[in-house]
């Protein structure tokens, strides 16, 4: 028998991504332990962990934040965070852990929302070591994952009128896109819009926009129809290419001007 060696740039090449990888997971669990740190001394960010779920025989739980602004009731307008989709790029992730420390400092943005984060989606991949499941483009009825299955769970639970989505664009994109689906709360006034161009100076961005629900494939609008409301959704997603504090600083940024306008849906919709 002719034993063949090992072709050992493959075998450096893939254990440089799997420190890499490492090193991802770790930087993320830094990243989540400040901000479960800085929930526990804060008046307005609450650690709540969802689950446990298990995947392959362990146990895992799917990491939740939720934000109450300053005078939030539970007549308040509930919206939903979600990133890290894919353990193999976690950006997002950092992107939507950076917010929450934005709304720490400077709470009067989030005035009277009540705001929840799942800023990892993949938990099983970066805490269980599960392969990529392709999780961004789940259907939320058809129990593919366990962090899935909670989230839909949860959902129903809360009654969210929006989902905030932050994902990767394709290597081939170069500028970042907001993109706006579902029953939008524009009919509240013409004057009101959800972000502007304005808003996202100085960061390249298209707007791209579809005013129906009905036959999503993924996502929590895939499970819409059976919600107490008629949700939006908008989706971030970064390119690529953005180097990690560009792709970061511009969801975080971007996310936040988002709320703060959003503040005004709230406030005209009391005055109705």
Known sequence: MILKSPDLRALALSRQR?????TAADNLRTHLSAVYALAHG???????????????????????FVFFGPHASEESWRLAFLAGFDQRDLRGSHAALSLIERLE?????????HLTFYPLVDAAGAFLGAPYRGLAACHWGRRQAPEIDLLEK?????????FIRIETASSSEEIAVIRINGASVDHLSPDLEVITTEDTDPFPVRFEADRTVRNAVAGPLSVADDLPFSPFELTLRIPAAWPDELYQRAASVLLQRFVWRYRAFQAYGQHL
Do not use: C
């Open 18 to 22: 799997q420190g890499a990888a490492d």
């Open 42 to 64: 804060s008046q307005n960010v609450f650690a709540s962990p969802l689950g446990p779920f298990h995947f392959g025989g362990s146990e895992a739980y799917l990491p939740r």
């Open 105 to 113: 400092r400077e709470s009067e943005t989030g005035h009277g929302l």
């Open 154 to 162: 949860d959902i129903r639970l809360q009654g969210y009128h929006g």
